[in-house]
């Protein structure tokens, strides 16, 4: 349960990251104040999850020969498309992610990609200090 709640932590801290260096990835908070601003990254942060484990793992494994043809490099588009699936999800609840276009999710998507590699590059090996 912990694992699951730090890779929650660090998802929101590696949206947040994105959201401070790109213009067209944003994240509405549901009120004003820093309070509601934290719980809405972490709301966003566990819809992206959600989506990327169960829609992304759908989209991987149907998609699986493209993988192969393009070595890979289909997976930026499908995590933009997943990018963008989480935006469309979280603006239902009124607030959450705002991508600004299809080329603003891909490029959202790897930066949270790098971000969240690093977090947890760090975090692993603070833990096994």
Do not use: H, K
């Not at 935006?87 to 705002?98: D, E, K, N």
């Amino acid at each position: 349960m912990t694992g699951f709640l730090l890779r929650i932590v660090t998802n929101a801290v590696a949206i947040w990251l994105t959201t401070l260096l790109l213009a067209g990835v944003s994240v509405r908070a549901f009120a004003d104040g820093v309070g509601p601003e934290l719980l809405s990254y972490a709301v966003v942060a566990l819809v992206f999850a959600v989506v990327n484990a169960v829609i992304g793992t759908v989209i991987r494994i149907v998609a699986f020969p493209l993988y192969v043809l393009t070595l890979g490099l289909i997976s930026f588009l499908v995590n933009g498309l997943l990018l963008l699936i989480t935006a469309g999800v979280t603006s239902w609840f009124g607030f959450g992610l705002v991508v600004d276009g299809f080329w603003w999710g891909v490029l959202g998507a790897l930066l949270i990609s790098v971000f969240n590699a690093l977090l947890n590059s760090v975090l692993r090996t603070a833990r096994d200090d």
